[in-house]
Every structure is written in C-alpha cells, then in structure tokens.
C-alpha cells in the first residue's frame, strides 16, 4: 500500500523505471540481430538526442499554424494575431518558443519585428509533415 502511493504523483501513477536489459537477460528463444550493427545503433541514439522536445514544440496545433503562414511569408505578431483570431500576448508567446527552439527568426524594421523560418529545413519538416498529414485522409 504505502509503494503504491509512493508512486502516486499527481493524481496518476508513476511508472517505475526498468533497469537496461542487458544481452544475457533476454529469453533465449530471441536471437539478437543487431549485434553487428550494435555500435553504429547505439551512436544513431546519441545522435537524436533533444528531437523529442523538437516535435514538443511542433506538436502544439497553434505553433504548428504559425510556422505554415510563416513558410508562405514573412508576418508580424499583429499579423499572426489577426490570421489567427489571437491576442498578441498569446502569439508572442508561441513566438518566443518558436525561438528559442530555433525554428523562426527576427527582423526589425523600426517598431515592428517580422518573423520569418529560421531555414530551410524548418520548410522542409512543415512541407514533409503535410504531405503525410494528406496522403493519411
């Protein structure tokens, strides 16, 4: 009783942690295939390192409308605002993470800053990411 409420974390419950499996542990009716590619895949790990907290980012519906008007053109906050039927606090805020991720970038021109894709491959993820989006219709 008191493991399980150890557990307990805000009203759900918390997964404990495996340990890594290690070659032995596996049931022997199960051959490892990998074994000679085993390097080579545990450095591909290491490479996508941080994509998660990418697709984060991309996963929130009002971002994600964001970067598809920004792929078409260069807008403003009250630009995006309005498109998108928001208040600028609630754009700006979307902005900033947008930002921070490095998937859009600034241009100031007197008062206004224009927000425009950071490159290329921002386009490409948004073009990819559609085309799936309408082939699965």
Known sequence: MMAERSRQRGGRTAVPESPPVSASDLCTEYSLSCRENEERLTGMISEISGLSELF??????????ILYLLSEQELCVCDLAYLLEMSLPAVSHHLRLLKIMRMVRTRRDGKQVYYS?????VVSLIITAREHFIDRR
């Not at 984060?56 to 409308?65: F, W």
């Open 56 to 65: 984060r980012v991309l996963s929130d519906e009002t971002r994600t409308r």
């Open 117 to 121: 894709l950071e490159d290329e491959h």
